[in-house]
């Protein structure tokens, strides 16, 4: 509760280095997640929409929370058990709230590194 009633980082990043979206298809919730990343893939800044249960809310709020100030490398390792731990537990009805933060980061960490690779082609 107390993540969904302080809920932190809802919303945008003004030009973010890189999106991501993570999505259910069963209950058809998803969220946006916005990183800026430094270049030595520090994640300084983290926010995500969400349009989805207030558990989700919750969970994006906290997972926020964990990847903000990681490497890259590091955040992709915080994985939806992590969330639940944060967020003191949660039904198995609603344990797949908490797997919508890890995927859309996998999705936005995916198109980082694409183009991250592609840059360096370029440049060579
Ligand atoms: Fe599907 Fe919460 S994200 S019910």
Do not use: W
């Not at 639940?84 to 609603?94: H, Q, R, T």
């Amino acid at each position: 509760m107390k993540y969904f009633l302080e809920a932190k980082d809802l919303g945008v990043i003004d030009e973010p280095t890189t999106v991501g979206i993570g999505g259910d298809p069963g209950c058809t919730d998803y969220i946006k997640i916005y990183l800026k990343i430094s270049q030595n893939d520090i994640i300084e800044d983290a926010k995500a929409q969400v349009f989805g249960c207030h558990v989700a809310v919750a969970c994006t709020s906290a997972y926020l929370q964990l990847i903000k100030n990681k490497n890259i490398r590091d955040a992709v390792n915080i994985k939806s058990k992590d969330v639940v731990k944060e967020v003191g537990g949660l039904s198995d009805k609603k344990t797949h709230c908490s797997e919508l933060g890890p995927l859309a980061l996998e999705n936005a960490i995916s198109d980082y590194l694409i183009n991250k690779l592609y840059a360096t082609q370029e440049d060579s």
